[in-house]
């Protein structure tokens, strides 16, 4: 039996790359016959479909100590939602064993939350690097303030003491070893798990738009969702009758120099009125309306600032689209330059307008790049075969579990919290 810990629940109704992650993991795991707890803090169904999964509502520490950590957050060594949270989860983790056995845990490092957690359960926490906060944080354009630092500090802690570390790409994980200087010997790359999508429902050049540019992710500095609309307008004199289908909602522009841009204003600003009339603005879709989209496009662009396992480039690949994505982070891991689709220059608009005209004029490559993504990402990427790799890994995190050691003054602390908690 395992735990995964996931921000929402269920993935239909939970847009976000972790619990992507985990919708896609779980049933690889329990092919291969391991039971998978879902623990999270928001579930949105209470449907069949969605049993396994623990709300962590009633876990939840009493609203005295909530204001006591937070009161006393500037003064103590730890974050304070990193204690909270770790508080109750460590309460699911507790009943989850009592009433059907546990044998390990996995949790993404924010806030460093799986440090305490280790601290008050008695099993293995194995942390998957979704995305530290120094590298998520410069490419949403957040300050570098104290509370950024704070952040890092505890997930610095945790990726420290963290009996088992795996990473979705190598990129991530060399960030971390670089960052901090830990040499982590034990910390393996395992991708995320894609879904393998049958031929009848992939993208085919017979059944597309080609006029059709489509971008799927917020608008913000990380999605690159600006980078889309100015290459587009960069390509649009060239390319009459392109159209861009803008997929996201509007999380806001933070620019380096600090100024905060909406969508609209982005566009009156740097896009002219008759750009702007062919570029149309959905918001945010269900899952299956973009999977309708992903076939209707004729390429699909992912110009992420930063990406560790981007959920939009994997799907985008796994449906057989023409995709171009910026060299960035991992996506050179998941997309195969001049194979599996094209990369260009991150950050560069003009580099990615370039490249949306070279396979406007060039179908039959585009058609040839997009088969062999679908491929490539079921040879590589499937749930079974992600799941098999995952397992084989907390078997090794199983074997050489250490032992409990003498308590230190904050696992003490932690531990007296924890206990406080529970009456």
Not at 225 to 252: R, T, Y
Not at 385 to 411: D, G, I, K
């Amino acid at each position: 039996m395992v735990a995964l810990y996931c921000p929402g629940w269920p993935p239909r109704l939970a847009q976000n790359g972790i619990v992507s992650y985990i919708g896609n993991l779980r049933p690889g795991l329990e092919r291969a016959g391991v039971t998978a707890r879902v623990l999270t803090g928001v579930v949105n169904s209470d449907s069949d479909e969605d049993r396994g999964a623990v709300d962590l509502a009633d876990a939840s520490p009493p609203r005295a100590l909530q204001a006591l950590v937070r009161a006393g957050s500037r003064r103590l060594p730890f974050h304070p939602l990193g204690v909270l949270l770790g508080c109750s989860v460590a309460r699911g983790l507790e009943e989850i064993k009592r009433r059907h056995g546990l044998d390990l845990f996995e949790m993404e490092e924010s806030f460093g939350v799986p440090m305490y957690v280790q601290q008050l359960v008695d099993v293995p926490v194995v942390v998957r690097l979704h995305g530290p906060r120094f590298v998520q944080g410069p490419a949403q354009g957040l300050p570098i303030d104290d509370e950024f630092h704070r952040i890092d500090r505890s997930e610095r802690r945790c990726i420290a003491g963290a009996l088992g570390i795996t990473a979705p790409s190598l990129d991530v994980l060399s960030r971390v070893r670089r960052k901090y200087g830990f040499q982590l010997p034990h910390a393996v790359v395992i991708p995320n798990p894609v879904p393998v999508i049958a031929s009848e429902r992939r993208w085919s050049l017979a059944g597309c738009d080609r006029k059709t540019i489509l971008f799927v992710g917020r608008f913000d500095r990380h999605k690159g969702g600006d980078l889309a609309i100015d290459a587009f307008q960069k390509i649009a004199p060239a390319l009459p009758d392109a159209q861009l289908v803008f997929v996201g909602p509007d999380h806001l522009l933070r620019s380096e120099g600090g100024r905060i841009e909406t969508m609209p204003q982005h566009l009156d600003a740097h896009v002219s009125p008759e750009v702007r009339a062919r570029i149309q603005v959905l918001g945010a879709l269900p899952a299956d309306r973009i999977e309708v989209l992903r076939r209707q496009a004729y390429l699909t662009v992912v110009p992420s600032r930063y990406e560790n396992f981007p959920l939009a480039l994997a799907e985008a690949l796994a449906f057989g689209c023409p995709t171009i994505a910026a060299d960035a982070g991992g996506m050179p891991e998941i997309l195969v330059r001049d194979r599996t689709g094209l990369l260009f220059r991150a950050g560069d608009a003009g580099d990615l307008a370039r490249q949306i005209g070279e396979l406007f004029n060039q179908p039959q490559r585009a058609a040839a790049l997009a088969h062999e993504a679908a491929e490539d990402v079921t040879r590589r990427l499937s749930p079974d075969l992600v799941a098999r790799s995952t397992l084989a890994y907390y078997e090794e995190v199983l074997a050489r579990r250490r032992p409990r050691r003498t308590l230190s003054t904050r696992t003490m602390m932690t531990r007296a919290i924890f206990a406080f908690t529970k009456h």
